[in-house]
């Protein structure tokens, strides 16, 4: 027993339960797919917010990016702020990771970041971890 741990649980919501458990008992695996880049949640100053009219006022810090990956191929670099996938907001890490459905793997797809002051639109093809 943990004391400091007593009463702790997590939750997994019933869409996200119901979504893996028909993948894993159909493909007995969930794939996803994957750009190659480590990042952390940061709050956007609301003058950036306003200036580029973006649609959430959080975004993904890129703190590394791995040789060879996706991101690296599609210009992604340490420090870029990832706002936006396939046109939809990524305020968070999270929000990212469910739009890298299986259905994006091997498709082009636009990734836009902030890159000092400029707003850049890359194109980058999510590829299937193995």
């Given at each position: 027993v943990i004391l400091p741990a007593q009463g702790l649980c997590f939750a997994i919501a019933s869409n996200t339960a119901r979504f893996v458990a028909g993948r894993l008992i159909r493909d007995g695996r969930i794939d996803r797919g994957y750009l190659g880049l480590g990042g952390q949640n940061v709050p956007l100053p609301r003058r950036v917010?306003?200036?580029h009219n973006l649609a959430a006022e959080s975004g993904i810090l890129v703190i590394s990016v791995e040789r060879g990956?996706?991101?690296e191929k599609a210009g992604v670099r340490e420090g870029d702020i990832v706002v936006e996938f396939g046109g939809?907001?990524?305020p968070d890490i999270d929000k990212l990771h469910r739009l890298l459905?299986?259905?994006q793997v091997g498709a082009r797809s636009s990734l836009t970041v902030l890159r000092q002051t400029a707003r850049?639109?890359?194109e980058v093809v999510?590829?299937?971890r193995i």
């Open positions: 917010v306003r200036f990956s996706p991101a939809l907001a990524t459905s299986e259905s850049e639109v890359l999510p590829q299937l």
